[in-house]
């Protein structure tokens, strides 16, 4: 019996056409697909062959855990199957590929990687700007609210580097979250909250440090959203012209 | 006459099966391309109806100056054509996308832009790697080194968040960068750099942040390269063993 293979595979933030094209390949040719609950569901329909198993695993509901998720995924791949893992997003930022590739390793199991479109770009898509305009910034830091030990990042440390910041899973805490950033940044740094960034459901707003967590949660919005933050989020306010926007399409008055 | 339209396109990192789905797309319609010098030249057969105008801008080489370019994309699209602009990566991220996005929002030229796969998130692929591996790190930093005013990053600032560097455009100074970090970082902090990630001229070399500069120069790697600097760049050490790399593929054993 020959060995499988495993393809971690990146969905990008959401609409199937940010998929790139070798990931679609990659799905039309998968015998097992193990599915994370942020990729939209519509992706099976590019795994045809496929059984699907769908392995969510969001923070406080019910969840798969992820040394079931790695034992399937290795026993599929042992038994002579190409198991395509699907990611949001790109799978070598937050996720937990690491602990996958590191079982895969483990028990010599060939995989590739598919890179992808992580959210935070998605979100700077929506909101028309540049995540490192170089009037404002050198670089752009992606960080996770939702640490290991439930202890907080170094706000101050990262407000430091001048960089763009892209919070990740930081809008049940965003409160807090900008509170703490309020201490290092002043109030008036610009800021936006971008949900479901890449898809359909998209919708965003933009305010100061300040305003922005009672301005994102009076308009309802939640999980999963990207937090920016930094001078070149203030781009966005000349940019998003909502009466400009064009009905049914992703163009817009730039 | 009607106004047109223009589409800031990610490239990726090279091979154009890393293009998305919808960049395709929009290469197809394009009436007129304006590529950049790191794109993959072979992305032109995807808009075969488009008459491509190269506007390379490397540091140091002869050059297209900004406004050119700006001027350009207004022009065309002021004439009613759809415009396609193409950039290696993302867009967003480097590459001066906000100065173009602020030409066209002043022209009211609608826009829409494409994310893709930057490099340094092809780099970590290359190398097996998860960019953030929660044993080691709560997110990742891009940066460049390259800096408007030819100062220097802040590098203990950024050293001091934690997370993982992504050092883009810094091989011309690969030995004063490091040596930079040595003075904030432990000498035996895990690096590496991938020149020409996501190509099929992808090389790579891992060493200590004490070696990775001579190891890189030796090795006769340069630009384009992203040199990669954190613990979780550690993992690479484990996950690259190239007598297992199967001739001709992307698949490795992990």
Known sequence: M???????????????????????????????VLLDDLVNPGIVALAPQARVIRVGKRGGCKSTPQAFIQRLMLRYAKAGQ?????????????????????????ARIPC??????????????GLGISLTHRDHCQGVTFVTAHLRDHSEPDWAALAATGTTLAIYMGMSRIENLCAALMGVLPASTP????????????????????????IALEAGLGSPAVILVGNAIGEAVLSVMPEAFEQGSALRRA
Chains 1, 2 share one sequence.
């Open 2 to 32: 020959t060995t499988g293979k495993v393809t971690l595979l990146s969905a990008g933030p959401g609409d199937l056409d940010l998929l790139t094209i070798r990931a679609a390949k990659r799905l039309a040719s998968a015998d097992v």
């Open 191 to 214: 800021a936006a909250v971008v949900q479901a960034a890449g898809t359909a459901e998209e919708r965003s707003v933009i305010a100061s440090l300040e305003r922005i967590a009672s």
């Open 112 to 125: 590739e990687i598919l890179n992808g479109v992580s959210s935070g770009f998605a979100a700077a898509a």
């Open 82 to 106: 190409h198991v395509v893992r699907v990611k949001g997003g790109d799978a070598l930022m937050f996720g937990r590929a690491g602990e996958e590739l590191a079982a895969l390793r483990q």
